[in-house]
C-alpha cells in the first residue's frame, strides 16, 4: 500500500512494454504496481524480482510490485495506465472500472483499434468509464528494452485535460526520458496503431531484399496515408509530422525490434500469417489493424494503397512479392494530391 506521502500508479498489463513503463515508474519514485492476467506469471515476477517471458534482464526496482490480484493492484493507485492488447482493452476496462472511485482517471499505452468495430481506444473508454472521466494516451517512437536500460527516449501524451497530460508528463520525465503534450487523441491513436500496419509492409519489403530506397519511398508514403485517414477522422498534421505519427513509423519500420517488422520479413520468407506469428511468440498488433484500418479507409473512401496490400497478404492470401508489383503497377500520380 502507498503512504500518503508517496504518488503511486498501478500498470494494468504485465507484457513487455507495460513491464518497462512500471520500471521507468518506479525508478521515478513512484509506488508502482504491476498487473497481469496469469496469476502464475504474476507469482514468477514476485519470485525473480524480473519479467523473464518478456523483458529478461531488468531486475525490478524496490518499489515495484507484482499483483496476482486485481484489485491489489489498484488499490490506492493515484493513476491507472493499462498496457494491454487492443483486442482485451474494452474488457480489461469493463474489469477495472467496479474498483475505481467515480471519475478515476484512465492512461493507456496501447496501439490498435477494438475489433471487428474499427472504433478508436477512446470510444471505448468513453462507452465504459463514461463522460466525466479523463483519460490521456501514451504513444511515440519506443522500444521496452530500451526504455528499461534508461536510454534517451520521447514519446507524447495526449490527453483533452492539460492537468492532467502535464502530471503524467512530469511522473515520466527524469535524466533521460521526455514526454511531450498535445490534446490531438485522433491523431495520436490513429498513428500509434496505422505505424504498425506500416511495419509489416516495411518487414516484407526487406525480407524481399528490396533494399532502403524501397523502405525509404515505403515510409514517405506511409505517413501519406495516415495522414489522408488521420485528417479526415479529425487528426492534426502536426501530429502525424511529430513523435507519435512519424517517429514511431519511422522507428517501427526500421528496426528488429519491432515486432511487426520481423513478423513481415517472416511472411516474406515464405511463412504464412499463423507459422509468422508463431515465430514471434507475442501479440503483433499490426494484423488486427490491418483489418480494421481497411474497414475504414473504405468506410471513408480514402486511398490507402499500401494498407491495403498488407490486408490483402494477411486475409487474401495474396503472395506478398504479388502484393508489392501491384503497388508500383498502380497508375501514375502527382506526389502531392490537388490543395484546389
Request: net charge neutral; with cysteine; proline share 4%.
Amino acid at each position: 500500500m502507498s503512504s500518503s506521502s508517496q504518488a503511486s500508479l498501478a500498470v494494468i498489463g504485465a507484457g513487455s512494454w507495460g513491464t518497462a513503463l512500471a520500471i521507468l515508474f518506479a525508478k521515478n519514485g513512484l509506488h508502482t504496481t504491476i498487473w497481469g492476467h496469469l496469476p502464475e506469471h504474476m507469482q514468477a515476477l514476485t519470485r525473480t524480482r524480473c519479467n523473464e517471458e518478456f523483458l529478461p534482464g531488468f531486475n525490478f526496482p524496490d518499489n515495484l510490485h507484482p499483483c496476482v490480484e486485481l484489485e491489489q493492484a489498484l488499490e490506492n493507485a493515484d493513476d491507472v495506465l493499462l498496457v494491454v492488447p487492443s483486442h482485451v482493452f474494452k474488457s480489461v476496462l469493463l474489469q477495472v472500472k467496479p474498483l475505481l472511485p467515480e471519475n478515476k482517471r484512465i492512461a493507456w499505452a496501447t496501439k490498435g483499434l477494438e475489433s471487428g468495430t474499427a472504433k478508436l481506444l477512446h470510444e471505448n473508454a468513453l462507452e465504459v468509464m463514461g463522460q466525466g472521466t479523463s483519460f490521456a494516451i501514451i504513444s511515440g517512437p519506443t522500444f521496452a528494452k530500451e526504455v528499461a536500460a534508461g536510454l534517451p527516449t520521447a514519446l507524447t501524451i495526449a490527453s483533452t485535460d492539460d492537468r492532467y497530460a502535464k502530471q503524467l508528463a512530469e511522473k515520466m520525465q527524469n535524466s533521460t526520458f521526455r514526454a511531450y503534450t498535445c490534446n490531438d487523441i485522433i491523431g495520436v491513436e490513429l498513428g500509434g496503431a496505422i505505424k504498425n500496419v506500416l511495419a509489416i509492409a516495411a518487414g516484407i519489403a526487406d525480407g524481399l531484399g528490396f533494399g532502403a530506397n524501397t523502405r525509404a519511398a515505403l515510409i514517405t508514403r506511409g505517413l501519406t496515408e495516415i495522414m489522408r485517414l488521420g485528417k479526415k477522422l479529425g487528426g492534426e498534421t502536426e501530429t502525424f509530422m511529430g513523435l507519435a505519427g512519424m517517429g514511431d513509423l519511422v522507428l517501427t519500420c526500421t528496426d528488429n525490434q519491432s515486432r511487426n517488422r520481423r513478423f513481415g520479413i517472416a511472411l516474406a520468407k515464405g511463412m504464412n500469417p499463423d507459422e509468422a506469428l508463431a515465430s514471434i511468440g507475442q501479440v503483433v498488433e499490426g494484423i488486427q489493424t490491418a483489418n480494421e484500418i481497411n474497414r475504414l479507409a473504405l468506410r471513408h473512401k480514402i486511398d490507402m494503397p499500401i494498407t491495403r496490400q498488407v490486408y490483402r497478404v494477411l486475409y487474401e492470401q495474396v503472395d506478398p512479392k504479388k502484393a508489392v508489383q501491384e503497388l508500383f503497377a498502380r497508375e501514375l500520380k502527382p506526389e502531392f494530391e490537388n490543395k484546389a
